[in-house]
């Protein structure tokens, strides 16, 4: 009795069964690998400290600057942001919100988006916004996992 029991036991796993493991494991190595880099991209702007000095310096030197000491990109429209503006800015390992917050004073909205920073003029910043977190919604995808024959596995979703 003792011999049936270890050979249909912890020891024997179907080979169906195996098959699901396998594709449970690689979906939550997937999902958690995609998790991790979207959080190590966010984190970049938060984590970042830079150090600067620049006197009667335009806004667009600044830029440069900060894009050549970082890995940091600025995309703005030329002829709604006045590049050309002068700036006194001294940062001493500071963040680049913190940074961006004293050369616009507020007359200039930002925002991150990983490694790339978009400029825009203030009073159409949350026309702005409103587009780009439109376009960073997730969408939710459901299905049914089925075998060969088209009935569906239990104990695996989608």
Request: with cysteine.
């Amino acid at each position: 009795m003792k011999k049936n029991q270890e050979k249909w036991g912890s020891l024997f796993v179907p080979p169906t069964l195996k098959i699901l493991l396998t594709m449970k494991l690689i979906f939550v190595l997937v999902c958690g690998l995609g998790l991790l880099s979207s959080m190590a991209e966010s984190g970049y702007a938060q984590s970042t400290k830079l150090t600067l000095s620049l006197k009667n310096a335009s806004i667009k030197s600044v830029l440069d600057h900060i894009e050549s000491n970082s890995e940091f990109s600025f995309m703005y429209e030329n002829s709604k942001i006045d590049v050309n503006s002068k700036v006194d800015i001294s940062a001493n390992e500071e963040t680049i919100e913190t940074i961006l917050n004293r050369i616009f004073n507020n007359n200039i909205e930002y925002r991150i988006v990983g490694k790339h920073i978009i400029l825009f003029p203030g009073e159409a910043g949350a026309e702005v916004i409103k587009k780009i977190s439109v376009s960073e919604q997730q969408n939710i995808i459901s299905g049914k996992v089925t075998d060969s024959s088209g009935r569906g596995l239990p104990g695996v979703t989608v």
